[in-house]
C-alpha cells in the first residue's frame, strides 16, 4: 500500500514537472534567440545609416572599412546590397554560403520589409541568424545590409541552461519523493499499527491495544474505535468462556450421575449384556472428554491440544462400531474399505468429533441401502481419513461453501441438520495442525478428507 500511495502522489508530480519543465525550456530558447536577433537588430541599424551615405555618394570604401572592423572584433560577417540584390560592399560574406530561410530573409528585406525572428526550440538546430535590414532614402529602398552571426555558443547557452533545469527537476522530483515516503509513511503508520494488533488477537492475545495514537485524525479516530471494538472484544470472550466453563461444570454433574447410574444397572443386567454396558460407559466418558474439548477451543488457540501418538486405525474401526447402530436403522452400510497399520501424532478426542461430524453428515445424507466407505492411509507426513458417502453430493461451484458455519446445500434443505458438522470438524483439525477438504466423489456424492499430522510409524 505504502508503494501505490506513492506511485499515486509520484506519477502526477513528474508529469506536472515535466510539463513545467518544458515550457519553461522553450521560453529560455526563443527568448535567447530574441534577444540575439534584437542585439544583431540594433548592429544592422548603425550600419543602415553609413551605408545610406555609401550608397547615395557611390563610394563603398567607408562602409567596407566598418564591416572589416565589425568582423574582427565581433567575429561577424556582413554585407551590403544594392536594390537590385548584387553585393555592393562585403566583409567576407557572400550569397552562396546563406541557406534557404537566409535567402528568404534577404528577399523580404529587398521588398522593404523586415524578417523576422527565428522560431526554432531545439538547440541543435540553430542555424546561423541571418538578418536583413531595408535601407531607405526618401522613401526608396536603395539596398538591404545582411549580417550573419554563428549561434554556436547560443546553442550551448541553451543547452547549459537546460541541463541546470533538468538537474533542477531531478532535485525537486528526489526532494519530492522523500517528503511523499515521509507523509506516506506518517499516514500509514497508524494502519500498520492496528494491522499489528489485530495479528495479536488474531493469535489469541485478546489484551493487545494500540497506545500510540499519532497520525492524521481521522486514523486517530480509527484507532481510538480500535481499542473500544477489542476492549469489547475480549469481555464478550470472556463472558463466553466463563459461560461455557460453567456450563461444562454443570453438565459434569449430571454426566457422572447417569455413570453411576449405568454401572448399578450393569451390575444387574446378565452377561450378554456386557458388551452394551460397557458401549454405554465408553459413550459417556467419551462424552465427558468431548466436553473437555469443546472447552479447549472455547478457550481460544491458546489451549494446545493434548497430541500423542495414536492407532488412527483403531480409532475410525471404533467410531464405526459405535455409530453402526444408528447406519444400521437408516439402512446404511459402514465399511472399511482399505487401512493398513496408521499412527498419526495427535489429539484423540480432537480427531474422534471431527470424525464424528464428518460421518454424521455422510450417514445423514447416503441414501437407504447404500454404503458410506471409509479408508484410512498414510501420506508420508499426514495421515488421510477419507469418507466417501453416494449420496445427493454438492455442486463443483459450492464446494468451497461447505465447510463454513450455517451452509446448507439447496438440494439437503429438507434434511435435518444446522450446517455447522463440517465447520466444526474442520476447527477441531485446525486445532491439532489438520486439514479437512471436500471433494465430489467419482460417480456422485461427497469425499471429505481429514488429513492429520503423521508421528512417522505408519506402514
Known amino acids: 500500500m505504502r508503494v501505490r500511495l506513492i506511485v499515486v502522489l509520484v506519477i502526477p508530480l513528474i508529469v506536472l514537472f515535466g510539463v513545467l519543465g518544458a515550457a ?57 546590397l544594392d536594390r537590385s540584390g548584387d553585393i555592393w560592399a562585403t566583409s567576407g560574406l557572400n550569397m552562396v554560403g546563406l541557406d534557404e530561410p537566409a535567402m528568404q530573409n534577404v528577399d523580404t528585406a529587398l521588398s522593404g520589409r523586415r524578417g523576422d525572428a527565428p522560431r526554432t526550440v531545439l538547440p541543435w538546430q540553430f542555424d546561423d541568424l541571418v538578418l536583413a535590414e531595408p535601407i531607405f532614402d526618401a522613401g526608396d529602398l ?79 479516530h480509527m484507532i481510538a474505535v480500535f481499542n473500544s471494538m477489542a476492549e469489547e472484544v475480549e469481555h464478550l470472550i470472556q463472558r463466553q468462556q466463563e459461560f461455557v466453563s460453567n456450563a461444562s461444570h454443570e453438565l459434569r454433574n449430571p454426566l457422572n450421575a447417569l455413570l453411576l447410574r449405568i454401572e448399578h444397572l450393569a451390575m444387574g443386567l ?45 480409532l475410525v474401526t471404533r467410531r464405526l462400531e459405535a455409530w453402526e447402530p444408528i447406519s444400521r436403522q437408516r439402512d446404511v452400510e459402514l465399511a472399511l474399505v482399505d487401512a493398513g497399520q496408521v499412527h498419526g501424532f495427535v489429539d484423540e478426542i480432537v480427531i474422534e468429533s471431527a470424525f464424528d461430524a464428518v460421518l454424521d453428515n455422510a450417514v445423514k445424507f447416503s441414501p437407504p441401502g447404500a454404503s458410506v466407505d471409509v479408508s484410512v492411509t498414510n501420506g508420508g507426513d499426514t495421515v488421510e481419513i477419507a469418507v466417501r458417502d453416494h449420496g445427493p453430493g454438492v455442486a463443483p461451484e459450492d464446494l ?9 446445500s439447496p438440494a439437503g434443505q429438507d434434511t435435518p441438520g444446522s450446517g455447522l458438522g463440517l465447520a466444526i470438524a474442520t476447527e477441531f ?22 488429513r492429520l499430522p503423521a508421528d512417522g510409524t505408519a506402514s
Open 24 to 80: 519553461y525550456g522553450r521560453s529560455v530558447a526563443l527568448a535567447s534567440q530574441q534577444e540575439l536577433f534584437v542585439d544583431r537588430l540594433g548592429d544592422a541599424g548603425y550600419f543602415v545609416t553609413s551605408a545610406r551615405q555609401a550608397l547615395r555618394t557611390d563610394d563603398p570604401t567607408v562602409i567596407e572599412g566598418e564591416l572589416e572592423r565589425y568582423r574582427q572584433v565581433y567575429g561577424i560577417k556582413a554585407m551590403v
Open 400 to 408: 468451497a461453501l461447505v465447510t463454513e458455519r450455517f451452509w446448507r
Open 429 to 450: 483439525l485446525n486445532s491439532c495442525g489438520g486439514t479437512l477438504a471436500v471433494a465430489s466423489g467419482d460417480g456422485g456424492g461427497l469425499l471429505v478428507t481429514l
Open 142 to 220: 536603395i539596398g538591404v545590409v545582411v549580417t550573419s552571426s554563428n549561434t554556436n555558443a547560443l546553442a550551448r547557452d541553451v543547452m547549459r541552461q537546460w541541463a541546470l533545469l533538468a538537474l533542477g527537476g531531478v532535485l525537486a522530483i528526489g526532494a519530492s519523493l522523500f517528503l511523499i515516503a515521509r507523509l506516506a509513511n506518517w499516514v500509514l503508520r497508524p494502519v500498520r499499527r492496528v494491522d499489528s494488533a489485530m495479528k495479536e488477537i488474531w493469535h489469541g492475545h485478546m489484551e493487545a491495544r494500540i497506545s500510540d495514537t499519532t497520525g492524521p485524525p481521522e486514523l486517530q
Open 270 to 314: 446378565p452377561d450378554e449384556w456386557a458388551e452394551e454396558a460397557e458401549r454405554a460407559r465408553e459413550e459417556g466418558r467419551r462424552m465427558t472428554r468431548i466436553m473437555d474439548a469443546l472447552l479447549m477451543l472455547a478457550r481460544g488457540q491458546n489451549s494446545e491440544p493434548d497430541a500423542a501418538p495414536v492407532d488412527v486405525v483403531a
